[in-house]
């Protein structure tokens, strides 16, 4: 381990990161699709760059969803250390934004599980677990259509396993990716990947089509997580969602007068809401006490929430009468205490690791590099620097083993 910390060396791989990704094949959606998902999806060009489109409506999140050439692994780090530090408020220089503005030609290890193997060897990294690019960014444009919404993430589903493999080697676990739009559709494509062995279900924070994660109606879905022992990961993601919906009727409903300034307050405002919000529900909703199983992380999601997150747990319930009841049953144990025991985060590498430590415990936090992304570690080894002075017990928990015991490893 010290030589790995030391960065002389890649042999010994011991590292477990719990965030990492891919860049999809243009095929993602397709290759597995029905005629239907193929006349849904599909590449449209506007002389200069290509774009996705799901029915009528662009992926807009990413501007190079062909993502070659790409942006360098790590790029945008040194900016976030600045604001995490208060120092991010100066002007850019050009030399800067040049430099977050370098781009390269899309890496074989990005799209290639066995290259990708071998890179992990070269870092020290022994699994990673692998989530996706822009498929996080697409359900929004969807949630109008239930149906085709399912279609296209089992076609979706049925690539990544092609692809990348939901257990690769044991090393490489990538999630297949559910939207929580219809309990029988959700609970279907859940057991659709169980049956190809996935490891892993990632989702996207927030509510689940209008309603509570924990409402009893998705109880089939949290079952079968219950039952198959699957740890859930909920992912940050990007592109339309109700927290845009919201916005424009509570902040937008007369003329906007500064454009610039209604896109600054629209990101402060669902900064970390959809992850705070659906940690409330699901602990308050008492879906831990239904399913002692279900197992939950937080993953490129920071960990600014926390705090705060455990503060309105624990003050949840009238003034008077702090007792509360969930769909038919109480919760019966303090809430901040589930949280401690049943929810594990992976903080961003600029924020104050040791201080998650201490609030949350040791066990429950996950070292998450997001790899290869440019707001990521350059390398995942870097993110052993948010330890420094921390004991060695504590290292091998958080860069290893909190993520194996996810899985049960011991």
Request: hydrophobic share 40%; aromatic share 10%; proline share 7%.
């Amino acid at each position: 381990m010290d030589r790995l910390v030391d960065g002389s060396g890649g042999v010994d791989a011991w590292m477990f990161d719990a965030d990492n990704h891919y860049y999809e094949a243009e095929d993602a959606f397709t290759r597995h699709g029905d005629a239907a998902v193929k006349g849904y999806v599909r590449w449209v060009s506007n002389g200069h760059r290509r774009y996705i489109m799901f029915g009528p409506r662009m992926a807009t999140s990413l501007p190079n969803p062909t993502f070659d050439p790409i942006a360098k692994p790590g790029v945008f780090h040194d900016r976030l250390i600045e604001l995490e530090s208060g120092n991010g408020n100066r002007a850019l220089s050009r030399a800067a934004k040049q430099r977050y503005g370098e781009l390269e030609p899309i890496a074989p290890a990005y799209r290639d599980r066995d290259v990708r193997l071998r890179m992990m060897d070269e870092q020290g990294v022994d699994r990673c677990l692998l989530f996706p690019t822009l498929g996080v960014g697409v359900e929004g444009l969807m949630s109008h259509d239930v149906e085709m919404a399912y279609k296209v993430f089992h076609a979706f589903n049925l690539w990544l396993d092609d692809d990348w493999g939901y257990a690769y080697k044991n090393r490489i676990h990538a999630a297949p990716h559910i939207p929580l739009l219809d309990p029988q559709l959700a609970a279907r494509e859940l057991d659709a990947v169980l049956g190809r062995g996935a490891a892993l279900i990632a989702l996207r924070p927030g509510p689940a089509n209008g309603r509570s994660p924990a409402d009893p109606v998705w109880d089939p879905f949290w079952a079968r997580i219950d039952e198959s022992g699957v740890p859930v990961a909920y992912h940050a993601s990007a592109g339309p969602d109700d927290y845009d919906v919201a916005f424009r009727h509570l902040w937008e409903r007369q003329q906007v007068t500064d454009v610039r300034y209604q896109a600054t307050l629209a990101a402060a405002l669902r900064d970390s809401r959809g992850i705070l919000d659906t940690v409330l529900a699901l602990i308050l909703g008492n879906l831990f006490g239904r399913f002692p199983n279900v197992r939950v992380s937080s993953v490129e999601l920071g960990c600014a929430w926390v705090p705060y997150c455990l503060h309105v747990l624990d003050h949840a319930g009238t003034l008077l009468d702090r007792n509360i009841v969930a769909f038919g049953s109480a919760v019966d144990d303090r809430p901040s205490d589930i949280f401690k025991a049943r929810v594990s985060v992976s903080p961003f590498p600029e924020e104050d690791v040791l201080a998650l430590i201490d609030l949350i415990g040791v066990d429950r936090v996950l070292f998450g590099s997001d790899w290869p992304h440019p707001e990521g570690n350059k390398t995942p080894r870097d993110y052993v620097a948010c330890l420094q002075g921390a004991a060695p017990e504590v290292v091998r928990k958080v860069m290893r083993e909190n993520a194996l015991a996810l899985f049960g490893v011991a």
